[in-house]
């Protein structure tokens, strides 16, 4: 019997195998959806083409051995793990702009002149709310930069509410450095593998 017939391979490498090929082909795929998401036209399907190779590959592989149960497990216990991996990565890379609206009692001077400090915009409009007037305050930031802010609002006046969005482009204005004024976002990819 041959080794690639034997039960060590049909039954411990083989599900192995798919384990790992549907890890990589989900993890791209999370990503592929990420970079969808924010228009990045020209990664996403380059990762589809890589994506769905190694799907027909496992999935493959899965059809040649119906009989084979612990090849199911394999490539479910891969799906789970890559979706999980995939967004570990994604957190990692940072990807994508976030515009921050901060609601104040009153205007935050200096909240607003620290985020002008940090090279942020800052554009505060007055509002009004349940308890009387109020400041809403529109940033907008990288991802990485998000705790930046964060930081400051814990600063200044730690009791304000603040929504976090993503935004998917951005044309003029202030913006945060990897940020292009003409709408499209700097390759998220090439600059993490700069940082490397």
Not at 127 to 143: F, H, P
Request: charge should be positive; proline fraction near 4%; include cysteine.
């Amino acid at each position: 019997m041959s080794f690639p017939d034997s039960n060590i391979f049909l039954y411990g490498i083989l599900p192995l195998i798919i384990f790992f090929a549907r890890i990589c082909d989900v993890t791209i795929g999370t990503i592929r959806i990420i970079l969808v998401s924010k228009g990045q036209k020209k990664i996403a399907p380059i990762l589809g083409f890589f994506e769905v190779f190694i799907w027909i590959v496992a999935i493959g592989q899965i059809m040649t051995h119906l009989d084979n149960v612990v090849c199911y497990i394999g490539y479910a216990a891969g799906f789970a793990t890559g979706n999980y991996i995939g967004m570990l990565v994604e957190e990692k890379l940072a990807m994508g702009t976030l515009i921050i609206r901060i609601i104040t009692p009153k205007e935050q001077t200096g909240l607003i002149e620290n985020l002008h400090h940090q090279g942020f915009g800052a554009t505060v409009i007055d509002g009004s709310g349940r308890d009387g007037k109020v400041s809403i305050i529109y940033t907008i930031v990288n991802r990485k930069q998000l705790h930046n802010v964060e930081e400051a609002i814990a600063t200044f006046y730690p009791q304000a509410f603040y929504s976090v969005e993503d935004l998917r482009s951005v044309k003029n204005g202030i913006v945060p450095d990897g940020i292009s004024t003409f709408g499209e976002s700097i390759n998220p990819l090439k600059r993490w593998r700069k940082g490397k």
